[in-house]
């Protein structure tokens, strides 16, 4: 399997910079009895390299369900509708970043500074609470809000054969007037995702971070590198 090695039991990385397109941010796979839930899905410029990366994985993207979107960054996302159109699966999102990834806003989806432009696409399920469950076969994957980064930012958590994995995308920021990042809202998610004390950490783009210990030192690395909440 090589670099499509398991992160945990039927959970992979499928896209990255080095693994897909030096643009994607990181593309998660997890199995869920017969479907697959991907988490984000890459900047739009090599999707098939994804798709290529989920058969190298033994898996057929046929299967491909649902797709969570962990907020509206056009390197996180900019594949969206490829997937939707291809694989006809329900498009998750939170609500407050819900309408930048249906218009393709340029600013607040960053499509002007990677100087691209993102096709309009809906999203089918828009997540409004503090917490929400995905049920996907005997799985249930727990969307938590976690703002800062942008306003309807999310992550993700799912617990499997022991272990609490976490996909926790850009929780490190940038922070920007352009993003309506809030770092006092920022410093508040942190804590919450600090609370959950999760063995496996799935970042965005810096890869995976285990053990639970370093999860902590990762997530609080960056808490005391924000002490101010002015941008
Ligand atoms: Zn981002
Ligand atoms: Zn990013």
């Known amino acids: 399997m090589g670099e499509h090695e398991a992160v945990a039991g039927g959970i992979y990385q499928v896209g990255g910079s ?6 994607d941010a990181s593309v998660f ?18 999707p098939g390299a994804i798709v290529e990366n989920i058969k190298e994985a033994g898996l057929d993207p ?3 369900t649902t797709l969570v ?7 996180h996302i900019g594949s969206v509708s490829y997937f939707k159109e291809k694989y006809n699966c329900t498009v998750v ?12 806003d340029p600013t607040l989806t960053a499509a002007r500074l990677y100087n691209t432009k993102l096709p309009s696409t809906t999203v089918d399920r828009r997540l409004k609470g503090d917490q929400e469950i995905i049920a996907c076969g005997t799985d249930v994957l727990h969307c938590i809000h976690t703002p800062g980064h942008t306003p309807g930012s999310i992550s993700v958590y799912i617990d499997r054969q022991g272990s609490r994995i976490l996909f926790g995308q850009d929780i490190h920021g ?9 770092i006092s ?3 508040d998610s942190m804590n919450k995702l600090l609370e959950l004390k999760a063995d496996i950490l799935c970042e965005g783009h810096f890869g995976i971070y285990k053990p639970k210990e370093r999860v902590e030192r990762y997530i609080k690395g960056y808490l005391g590198q924000h002490l101010s909440d002015f941008l």
């Open 18 to 23: 080095d693994l897909s397109d030096p643009y």
């Open 29 to 46: 796979v997890i199995t869920c009895g017969q479907d697959l839930v991907m988490i984000d899905c890459g900047a739009g410029k090599a």
């Open 62 to 64: 046929q299967r491909i």
């Open 69 to 75: 979107l962990t907020h509206c960054h056009v390197d």
């Open 93 to 104: 999102a939170h609500d407050l970043d819900a309408d930048a990834i249906e218009s393709g």
């Open 174 to 182: 940038p922070f920007t007037r352009e993003f309506k990042s809030d």
């Open 185 to 187: 809202q920022w410093r």
